[in-house]
């Protein structure tokens, strides 16, 4: 389900998944398949991760990248739960094609 707000998407974001919802912060980026399908596969890394165990992984490898790079947006970029949803955002059939748990191959040591 898809639910604009510009108030729950944090700024200098325009998309947001929070499972089972994608909030967008503006109406037009509905149309925009490139930003829904990074968010769709974000939606399935918190579905195969049953959802709250995703978001501990997600912040704890953000402060991770984040003591390791010293910069919110490189450490936001090299989160392996984005680095896949980057990679694959413009592969409309991704999801159809994507094994099981395929973040871990984007994780960087």
Known sequence: MILISKYLVPKGYVGIAIFPFVFLRYRHLKMNTTLMNHEKIHLRQQLELFVLPFYFFYAFE???RLLAY???NTAYQNISFEREAYANEKDLN????RS???FINYIKI
Do not use: K, T
Not at 94 to 97: E, F, H, K, R
């Open 62 to 64: 953000f402060l991770i």
């Open 70 to 72: 010293r910069s919110w």
């Open 94 to 97: 991704y999801l159809q094609s």
């Open 100 to 102: 099981f748990w395929n």
